[in-house]
């Protein structure tokens, strides 16, 4: 594959996870609980792990945090969002590649992992272990969450048709 066609294809992951990002921005979402969300953008990082080169999927999730956080949000968000995105992608690549899990168990990893980043990151900020009281709650939002999306990965990942790598 050219160099254009992998830029493109990049572009393309990275300005559809955008778009995800804004569409549940507007979605009046909500469990009572701040900080929970979907997070239909991961819906684009995970089926990436899928068919293409965790290189660009990498480059594709940091292209997107960074974005969305500039676009729609703060630095305080890009931190949080950083944290929590670059670990879920190293936990979702290390258990797609034990071959044990399917895509959406995979996902429910990926979307624990993100919150459990969140926290630590919480923790360093706060100088106190007192957000570690919000693990068990966004644990199994974060286990909910990784469901759904895993759950439309598995049904979209059958439709997806990329060629050149």
Not at 30 to 53: E, Q
Not at 125 to 142: N, Q
């Amino acid at each position: 594959m050219t160099n254009s066609k992998k830029i493109a294809y990049c572009a393309m992951l990275t300005t559809l996870s955008m778009i995800f990002a804004y569409i549940e921005t507007l979605i009046p979402f909500s469990f009572g609980i701040p900080g929970i969300k979907l997070g239909l953008a991961n819906l684009v990082v995970l089926t990436g792990l899928y068919f293409m080169p965790a290189g660009w999927v990498f480059t594709v999730l940091v292209l997107k945090v960074t974005l969305v956080s500039f676009l729609f949000g703060n630095l305080s968000m890009l931190i949080y969002s950083m944290a929590g995105g670059i670990l879920s992608f190293l936990v979702m690549l290390a258990v797609k590649r034990t071959k044990g899990f399917s895509i959406i168990g995979v996902s429910i990893a990926g979307g624990v992992s993100h919150n459990i980043g969140q926290l630590a990151v919480a923790v360093l900020v706060v100088e106190s272990m007192a957000p570690l009281s919000y693990m068990p709650i966004l644990m199994i939002a974060g286990a909910a969450a990784g469901l759904v999306i895993g759950m439309v990965a598995y049904r979209v990942r059958k439709h997806i048709r990329v060629s050149g790598y």
